[in-house]
């Protein structure tokens, strides 16, 4: 029997680009039996525009921002209850296209396979990279996106295989992987939280595969701002929360992020540089969630 497949559509302030996510996911070749709308605020901003849909679309509302993290765990909690054997994360600023489900699905037939991922490109220029997996150095803390930045040449085949992690925009878990190491690590709040679930799927004995043949056009910075400093708090403080769990330097990890500061639009310079500062200081003062 062909395993039950539910998707999570995580909605913030984004109620067109996640109506039009919805709308992709339900003209999917590999049909999603339950598509599953978080909307992660204290107001309702979605709901009516889900009424036209199938019911197989269905409406959760937060009451509050629950972040990233808290947000699709709401969602894959259902999912769960529901009977859910493989759970797709989908960002609100994410098109899927028809064929993208099934090829993902496909990886999961591979021994150990446990959580698998699309090339990530941009909405807006599909010849822009944003994402072949994601690489991290327990010995020092760095993690990178591959690819990121690069054009796509003419004919281009992107490999497929196993890597550190993958994006958490376009993500298919298996639920055996739930079972094993729980849901996403709700102190972050906002980024990091797919690294960090990748990372500990591994330990548990899952592998995390790239589908070099599947794509995913993701826009980005649709619910936080690209370039707002408070991009830069959160992936400080939680870069090193990561590191504490996963290994790294902290002194590196300053660094990397102190450099990115300095390259980085949005803001002042000032602004970024004091973003990174408070992203320090909140690590070891141990707070956690939303910024302060």
């Known amino acids: 029997m062909r395993p039950h497949l539910a998707a999570v559509v995580l909605n913030f302030r984004t109620p067109l680009d996640t109506v039009l996510a919805v709308k992709a996911l339900l003209a999917s070749e590999r049909r999603i039996d339950r598509i599953i709308v978080v ?6 901003n979605v709901r009516e525009m889900l009424t036209p849909l199938p019911e197989r679309v269905t409406y959760l509302f937060a009451g509050r921002n629950l972040g990233f ?13 529901r009977g859910a054997d493989r759970v797709m994360l989908v960002n609100s600023d994410v098109i899927v296209p028809p064929d993208c489900v099934g090829r993902l699905e496909c990886a999961m037939e591979k021994a150990d396979v446990g959580i698998a991922g699309p090339a990530i490109v ?28 690069r054009r796509l040449s003419a004919g281009e085949t992107v490999p497929s295989g196993v890597v550190d ?10 639920r055996e992987v ?13 980024s990091f939280e797919d690294l960090d679930f990748c990372l500990a799927a591994r330990r548990a004995g899952f592998r995390t595969w790239l589908v070099g ?12 701002g690209a370039g707002a400093p408070v991009r830069l708090y959160f ?30 639009h949005g803001g002042s310079l000032v602004a970024r540089l004091g973003a990174v500062a408070s992203g320090v200081r909140d690590y070891f003062l141990r707070r956690t969630g939303a910024a302060g």
Do not use: Q
């Open 39 to 44: 909307d992660n605020d204290d107001v309702e």
């Open 69 to 81: 993290s808290g947000g699709v765990n709401m969602g894959i909690r259902d999912a769960l209850a």
């Open 122 to 149: 941009a909405r807006a220029d599909p010849g822009w990279i944003a994402s072949l997996g994601m690489t991290y150095s327990s010995r020092t803390g760095r993690m990178r996106h591959t690819g990121a930045g």
């Open 165 to 174: 992690a993958v994006s958490g925009c376009v993500m298919l878990v298996r």
């Open 178 to 190: 739930f079972d094993a190491v729980g849901l996403f690590f709700e102190p972050y709040f906002f």
């Open 213 to 224: 043949d599947a794509l995913a056009y993701h826009e980005g910075g649709r619910s936080i």
């Open 235 to 264: 992936g400080t403080r939680n870069h090193l929360m990561l590191a504490k769990r996963h290994g790294g330097s902290v002194g590196i990890i300053v660094l990397l992020n102190l450099a990115y500061a300095l390259r980085a």
